[in-house]
């Protein structure tokens, strides 16, 4: 198994778990040469046959878009792409961008990243939009959380809404309306 950081072969198990079939060995590895640790690839198909619908920080490209593949939302951190990559030296939430597996954003240590990581995702070289950014941090996190009634402005929903100006780029929260009623 070729470390998905730095490509070498020399690693070692430092987990490993069969599957409830018998059929499949999941394994948690680390590198010997970068020292950084990886699932293997059967720890999504794990996470899949148990139901999970959200695939929260995966630390390669290949685990990203394998949970995507298998209907996993995945889920990375605001700061992460406010910041331009993972403070931990993981994949960067932008790269999956590009990759269109980025589903959801989370504002994980830093609350204030949530809405300064979705104006920076829609500017970035990826197919997302400015609603379809947006939709990272209201519609999909709701729809993977199954909170039927909020994520979008429709009849019969909650009605939340944040109304931001951009100011150099960077967006400032003017307004704000909780289950249709202005409380900022």
């Not at 470390?3 to 599957?19: A, F, H, L, Q, T």
């Not at 018998?22 to 720890?43: A, D, P, Q, S």
């Not at 960067?92 to 589903?103: C, I, P, Q, S």
Request: proline share 4%; net charge neutral.
């Amino acid at each position: 198994m070729k470390c998905p950081y730095c490509g070498e072969i020399d690693n070692k198990v430092i987990d490993s778990r069969m599957s409830k079939d018998g059929n499949v060995i999941r394994r948690r590895r680390e590198c010997l040469v970068c020292t950084r640790r990886f699932t293997t690839y059967e720890h999504i198909e794990e996470s899949a046959s148990f139901g999970m619908t959200i695939a929260e920080f995966p630390t390669t490209k290949v685990a990203a878009i394998e949970s995507h593949k298998r209907g996993m939302n995945v889920l990375m951190g605001a700061p992460n792409l406010v910041r331009g990559g993972s403070h931990s030296g993981n994949i960067a939430a932008h790269e999956l961008a590009r990759e269109g597996v980025l589903d959801i954003l989370s504002s994980d240590y830093y609350p204030a990243s949530i809405l300064h990581a979705a104006f920076i995702l829609e500017g970035l070289d990826n197919d997302y939009d400015l609603p379809k950014a947006i939709r990272t941090v209201t519609k999909n996190p709701a729809n993977a959380a199954k909170l039927n009634d909020r994520g979008e402005l429709a009849v019969g929903l909650r009605a939340d809404l944040v109304r931001v100006n951009c100011v150099e780029e960077f967006p400032i929260v003017q307004q704000v309306w909780q289950q249709g009623t202005r409380v900022f």
